[in-house]
């Protein structure tokens, strides 16, 4: 590999450690951003670390503090809120050219991943909370096969970016509302497989203003 590639490849990989860590809470939110403790973490220089921050910036996720560095965004109802008014108006456009044109390969997709998902929510109901990153990994996937063949794969960039910081919110609240958010997942795929797509859209509206209602309740991002 050359000098080029393998630069680019600490640079991706960096990349890539950070933006988890962010969207799952292991970098909290308003947290600021050290470089050089950053470079001695993810093994990135700090010229490179300032251009993942700044990248990062341009996504939300970090706010850039000109001379005094970078720092996590924060967090706030009202970001939750506004977030979640984004989520569902691209979702909801997007679920009915998905449900027009998707076929037998998609369907499949959409089963599998929900698959997964519900036997994350199984675990999660009986008690157990070990999962709770990859129970929201799946939790993305489903909602991401539902709309995947909606035919514009910038509507699907732009979604992907909206609810990754939709799920920050979720992690940084730890957000779990138990069955009621399961049985909105399996109303969700029955509407995919039947292409119900106005029933899916209304099951949608609540499930994702109920998750906002639920965590603004718990006071977790006061």
């Known amino acids: 590999m050359s000098i080029e590639l393998m630069a680019t490849s600490i640079a991706d990989r960096a990349y890539d450690r950070i933006r988890a860590d962010i969207i799952f809470g292991r970098l909290a939110p308003g947290l600021r951003l050290r470089l050089d403790r950053l470079a001695s973490h993810y093994g990135a220089s700090v010229s490179t670390l300032r251009e993942i921050l700044s990248r990062l910036s341009s996504e939300s996720l970090v706010i850039a503090e000109g001379?005094?560095?970078?720092?996590?965004?924060?967090?706030?109802?009202?970001?939750?809120?506004?977030?979640?008014?984004?989520?569902?108006?691209l979702?909801?456009?997007?679920?009915?050219?998905?449900?027009?044109?998707?076929?037998?390969?998609?369907?499949?997709?959409?089963?599998?991943?929900?698959?997964?998902?519900?036997?994350?929510?199984?675990?999660?109901?009986?008690?157990?909370?070990?999962?709770?990153?990859?129970?929201?990994?799946?939790d993305r996937e489903f909602h991401q096969s539902l709309i995947e063949a909606c035919g514009s794969q910038t509507l699907l960039d732009l979604y992907g970016g909206v609810f990754d910081q939709y799920l920050r919110y979720q992690m940084v609240a730890v957000v779990f509302r138990g069955e009621i958010a399961a049985e909105e997942h399996r109303e969700?795929?029955?509407?995919?497989?039947?292409?119900?797509?106005?029933?899916?859209?209304?099951?949608?509206?609540?499930h994702v203003n109920g998750c906002v209602a639920y965590t603004l309740k718990s006071g977790a991002l006061a």
């Open 67 to 89: 001379q005094r560095g970078f720092r996590v965004a924060p967090v706030s109802p009202e970001g939750f809120e506004d977030v979640a008014a984004m989520r569902l108006l």
């Open 188 to 206: 969700l795929l029955d509407c995919a497989l039947t292409r119900n797509a106005g029933k899916a859209c209304d099951v949608l509206t609540r």
């Open 91 to 138: 979702e909801t456009y997007a679920l009915p050219l998905a449900f027009a044109a998707g076929d037998l390969e998609w369907e499949s997709r959409v089963v599998a991943a929900h698959h997964k998902l519900a036997f994350m929510e199984r675990r999660m109901l009986a008690g157990d909370q070990e999962g709770t990153e990859l129970w929201k990994r799946y």
